[in-house]
Structures are given as structure tokens and as C-alpha cells.
């Protein structure tokens, strides 16, 4: 069964920095593509980031282009998001989501992770 | 960036019924259109790929059609469990991939 756990959501002030973490198990893992969404409290869905199964090539939302950074480390099976200069806007569920296509489609993502809540507020 | 349109953003309806929840791509996509079930608290869950792939283990009640510029979502006979917001999904030139605002199908 594929599964996807993220952690590392918190409490952060404006312009502090963060570190998500979204751990996978159940498929192989170096063969898929990644995503990161967020949804703002009572908002839609918004691609923040997508990296290719090896990790060479990433992709990021003009509004979180700069500040944020994401990695995946294959050995591990675990997808990252550093998130830097924090921002009230950027306060909202991140969710990975694993390609559904073996390599590198970007076109179709399940399944996601449960989220994590990341607050920006002084 | 490509934009998508989700109209209504608001839909009563009652078990038993069909309802249609469209989405409008500001440039033509082909069949690049996905669509996803969101229940409150939950993580999106994908139903339909290019634009009319049913995903394993969806019911048959939901359906998918469209192409080019516009797409609809259909639910036959509504069940209880289907009351929950519905988001369209395009990767046409993906990344960047965008979604719509959301359909939230409610119990009238």
C-alpha cells in the first residue's frame, strides 16, 4: 500500500523558516515524481513545488519561488520542503503528492498525504 | 499561466440526484484535466484522469467528459458520501499545474 506521511508543520514567525518533511513507503520511490500543494485555511488547492524522481530537476509557484527549496533523498524515501522568509500568506495544509505515472509525467497525482498545518503569525 | 474556471462554485442538491459541475480552461489543454474529491479534513483524492479515466475503485456513478477548453464532471444518483468539494486539475505543459477554485457540493 502506498503511503505518504508528512510532519514538521508548526508555528512560525514572519519571516522564519521552516522544514517539511513527507515520508513514502510502498512504491519505489526514486521512480516518481513529487509534489507539494497547500490549501489556506477554508481555501482551494495551489501547487507550490515538483521535483523529478531523481531529484534533477525542480519546479516551483512564482509565489514561493526564492524562499522555498525542494529535495527528495531517494535513499531514504523521503521528500522535503525547506521554506524560508515565511510569510502570513504562506500559512495554510502542505500536502505531498505522489505522480501517478511511473517517471516523470506531471500530469495526474494520488495519492496525497493527510497534510500538515504550517501557521505564520507573531 | 493557464487559468481554470469551476462553475457553480456552490451546488445544493439531494441523494438520488444527478448534477454536472463544469470546468473551463482559459486556453485550450487537449485532455490534460483531472478532477478530485476533497471531504472536509481530508487529503484530495483523484477520481478522473484525462479528462474521463475513471481511477480503480471509483464508483460509476461519476463520470467525466470534455476537451479542449471545456470539461464536465458528472455524478448520477448521489449518494450520501459523495457531499463534498470537487476540484479540477490541469497539466497541460505541466509543471506549472493549476486548479480550479473548488465546487462544493452540499446536502439541500
Known amino acids: 500500500e502506498v503511503r505518504l506521511l508528512e510532519s514538521g508543520g508548526a508555528l512560525v514567525q514572519p519571516g522564519g523558516s521552516l522544514g517539511l518533511s513527507c515520508a513514502a513507503s510502498g512504491f519505489p520511490f526514486s521512480s516518481y515524481a513529487m509534489i507539494w500543494v497547500r490549501q489556506a485555511p477554508g481555501k482551494g488547492l495551489e501547487w507550490v513545488s515538483t521535483?523529478?524522481?531523481?531529484?534533477?530537476?525542480?519546479y516551483y509557484a512564482d509565489s514561493v519561488k526564492g524562499r522555498f527549496t525542494i529535495s527528495r533523498d531517494n535513499s531514504k524515501s523521503t521528500l522535503s520542503l525547506q521554506m524560508n522568509g515565511l510569510r502570513a500568506d504562506d500559512t495554510a495544509v502542505y500536502y505531498c503528492?505522489?505522480?501517478?505515472?511511473?517517471?516523470?509525467?506531471?500530469?495526474?497525482?494520488?495519492?496525497w498525504g493527510r497534510g500538515t498545518l504550517v501557521t505564520v503569525s507573531s | 499561466d493557464i487559468q481554470l474556471t469551476q462553475s457553480p462554485s456552490s451546488l445544493p442538491a439531494s441523494v438520488g440526484d444527478r448534477v454536472s459541475i463544469t470546468c473551463r480552461a482559459s486556453?485550450?489543454?487537449?485532455?490534460?484535466l483531472n478532477w478530485y474529491q476533497q471531504k472536509p479534513g481530508k487529503a484530495p483524492k483523484l477520481l478522473i484522469s484525462a479528462a474521463s479515466i475513471l481511477r480503480s475503485g471509483v464508483p460509476s456513478r461519476f463520470s467525466g467528459s470534455g476537451s479542449g477548453t471545456d470539461f464536465t464532471l458528472t455524478i448520477n444518483n448521489l449518494q450520501p458520501e459523495d457531499f463534498a468539494t470537487y476540484y479540477c486539475?490541469?497539466?497541460?505543459?505541466?509543471?506549472?499545474?493549476?486548479f480550479g477554485q473548488g465546487t462544493r457540493l452540499d446536502i439541500k
Open positions: 521535483i523529478s524522481g531523481s531529484g534533477g530537476s525542480t
Open positions: 486539475q490541469q497539466s497541460y505543459n505541466s509543471p506549472p499545474i493549476t
Open positions: 486556453q485550450s489543454i487537449s485532455s490534460f
Open positions: 503528492a505522489k505522480d501517478l505515472d511511473y517517471g516523470d509525467s506531471y500530469n495526474w497525482f494520488d495519492p
